[in-house]
Every structure is written in structure tokens, then in C-alpha cells.
């Protein structure tokens, strides 16, 4: 089954394009003092290894918005300046090289600063992100909160294109699972500019990730969706993980192998835990690349109940009894073979794949 995308406007933030036929991106967002120049490349650069493809830097003040122009020069990944309160941050980080404007509107809508933004942005041809936040929209005793978030988006939008600025990514971020999803479901009837998604305030890692795997997710299978930044309290490289492995887990995006494992119970008579950790850990040291073939499925299951008809479903596989493990690939059994031998027969087929 293959999730049919909303069509949308394409957007390009330096050499990554969002919207139209592009593969959603994932993105991130550094935690280090943005005018702290070395921490802040530093950052960039674990990030850009992790597979992040957009990375964002908080602008608080001017010192973060002049680093920029070093910052671009010992990087190459396309760079968002987040700005709040203060349009002359957003200013000097155009003329300092950005790619790309996130403007929130409860907290910068003066129209005599947002011209002077999207007058430069024009010119430089830099796209502005419409970041709403829940915390900070403007709220109507007639609407409710998610009603508040859609109008103040598009008020915002109308503010821009009536300045004939169309170069635009959306966001409403909420930190609620069904108010930012009902958020983004209205607002894509309503435009086809291209949609960051994304929750704020998720919490730590284990929490996080199930707040975001369900508000991300369930927009991604609905269609909607174009670049996705995962929010933890927690290190910006795990954002990019859970990042990769939402947009993996719905077929949208093809990193590496995907692996499955059963979750063991009595009859399972080995040390499958054991095992699945060593497989992954090889897999780490490999560098997949499909060369126009699909990576493989892998399947690495515990006993020989269900084990075989998982496997025979995956490219390759291995189920294992008392100390054997029978060993798949294409749905056909390859191998009878003795545990060790078995996850080493699967490790050189997985190393095929290898770049």
C-alpha cells in the first residue's frame, strides 16, 4: 500500500527542496549557543552524520544572527534562523547568508516589519516559514485554540501574499496530539503551500517519541506533510533517529534494511536479544545504498510457530529452534544451519547490500 501525498507548492531552502515531488526532509535543531561558533558547527555536523537534512538555529539576539555568516562557511546543510520578537535578528541573518526564515506570527506581525523582512527575502530569494505555536497565537474568545491557530495562519499568509511574497512552508505546532493534527487537517483544505510538521513541548526521549510518532504519523499516512522536525528533550541526533524511523516505518522514506524482531516468549529457545543487538551493530559499520534495488526486509524472529511465515514474507530472514536456525531469503529456506553460523550467513547476505 502506497500513502498518496497532498499536493503542494515546491519550496527550495538552499540545495533541499520541500513540497511538490521532493522526499520529506527531516530536520533538526541545534541546542548550543548560536554565537557560539564552534559548538554550534560542531552540532551542525554530528547532526548532518546522523542524516539530518535541514538543521535550524535559534537567533536570540544579533551576535547569533552575524555567527551566521562563519557558521555558513564551515557548513554545507541548508540553515534555518528562528526568529521570535525581534524582525532586525531575522534581517541579519538574510544578509548573513541563511537559507531559510521561521517567523512566528504571535510575536512578529507589525506589518511595517514583516515588509522590510519579505522585502529582503524576495531579493535574496529565501523562503519564511508561518510558525504557529500554540503557546503563543493570539486567541479569540469566539474560537477555540486550534480555530485561533488556522486563523492566525491565515492571516498571516494573506499578510505575506499581499506583499506578492508566495515562497512559503506552514507549520502549527501544538503540544497536544489531536489539536495539532486537527490543526494541520484544516489547514490543508485550505492552501497548498508546503507543511512542516512537527509537536512542541513532547517531553523526554520514551514520551517524545510516542507523542511524535502519533502526530507526525498520523498526518504522514494521511497524506500531509512535506518536512518533519521531531521535538525531544534530549540530544538533537536522537530527533533526527526517530525522525527517520517514522518516515521509514510508513514506506515514505527508504535510509537502511528495515529489520523486525518478535518479541520472544517461552518457546523461544534462544538469546534473541543477543542476537538482534549483534545484527544491528553490524549493520551501523555498513553504508546502504539501493543502486536502484530495494533495500531488503529483514526478519529475525525467536521459534518456528510463526517465525517461517514472518520470514518467508521478508528478503531475508532466520528462525531459529533449539540452537539451528533456518535461513531465508526470498522466501525460500537457503541454509539449515547451527545458531552462530545461521546470523553469520545473514550478516553476509545483509553486507550485499552494502555500499
Do not use: W
Not at 244 to 267: A, D, V, Y
Amino acid at each position: 500500500m502506497q500513502i498518496t501525498r497532498r499536493k503542494t507548492k515546491s519550496v527550495r531552502v538552499g540545495n533541499i527542496k520541500i513540497g511538490g515531488d521532493a522526499p520529506i526532509s527531516v530536520q533538526s535543531m541545534t541546542k548550543t549557543i548560536t554565537s557560539n561558533v564552534p559548538a554550534t558547527v560542531k552540532q551542525i555536523k554530528s547532526l548532518q552524520k546522523s542524516g539530518c537534512e535541514i538543521v535550524r538555529l535559534a537567533v536570540k539576539d544579533m551576535a547569533s544572527a552575524k555567527a551566521i555568516k562563519e557558521i555558513k562557511r564551515k557548513t554545507d546543510i541548508p540553515l534555518v534562523a528562528d526568529i521570535h520578537f525581534n524582525y532586525q535578528f531575522a534581517v541579519e541573518a538574510m544578509k548573513n547568508g541563511i537559507d531559510k526564515i521561521r517567523l512566528n506570527p504571535g510575536n512578529i506581525y507589525k506589518r511595517e516589519q514583516v515588509v522590510e523582512i519579505v522585502s529582503l527575502a524576495k531579493k535574496k530569494r529565501i523562503p519564511i516559514r508561518v510558525g504557529v505555536n500554540s503557546g503563543s497565537v493570539p486567541r479569540s474568545r469566539n474560537l477555540s485554540l486550534i480555530d485561533s491557530m488556522v486563523k492566525c495562519c491565515q492571516d498571516y499568509i494573506k499578510l505575506l501574499e499581499g506583499m506578492d511574497f508566495y515562497d512559503i512552508v506552514v507549520s502549527l505546532k501544538a503540544s497536544s496530539i489531536l489539536e495539532n493534527v486537527v490543526a494541520y487537517r484544516k489547514m490543508a483544505k485550505l492552501c497548498d503551500y508546503p507543511f512542516h510538521l512537527g509537536l512542541t513541548a513532547t517531553g523526554m526521549f520514551d514520551a517524545g517519541i510516542i507523542k511524535s510518532s502519533l502526530g507526525i504519523g498520523m498526518l504522514l499516512a494521511e497524506g500531509i506533510g512535506d518536512t518533519i522536525r521531531v521535538s525531544l528533550t534530549s540530544n538533537p541526533e536522537k530527533e533526527v533517529y526517530v525522525g527517520s524511523e517514522i518516515l521509514q516505518s510508513l514506506g515514505l522514506r527508504h535510509f537502511k534494511p528495515e529489520l523486525i524482531s518478535c518479541p520472544t516468549c517461552g518457546r523461544c529457545e534462544v538469546d534473541l536479544l543477543k542476537i538482534v543487538e549483534s545484527i544491528e551493530k553490524k549493520m551501523e559499520n555498513m553504508r546502504f545504498c539501493s543502486n536502484g534495488r530495494k533495500l531488503p526486509r529483514i526478519a529475525v524472529m525467536g521459534c518456528f510457530v510463526n517465525g517461517p511465515g514472518e520470514a518467508t514474507s521478508a528478503d531475508l530472514g532466520v528462525a531459529f529452534g533449539r540452537n539451528l536456525g533456518l535461513v531465508f531469503k526470498n522466501g525460500k529456506v537457503i541454509k539449515k544451519l547451527p545458531k552462530a553460523q545461521a546470523v553469520n550467513l545473514l550478516i553476509k547476505e545483509i553486507a550485499r547490500y552494502d555500499r
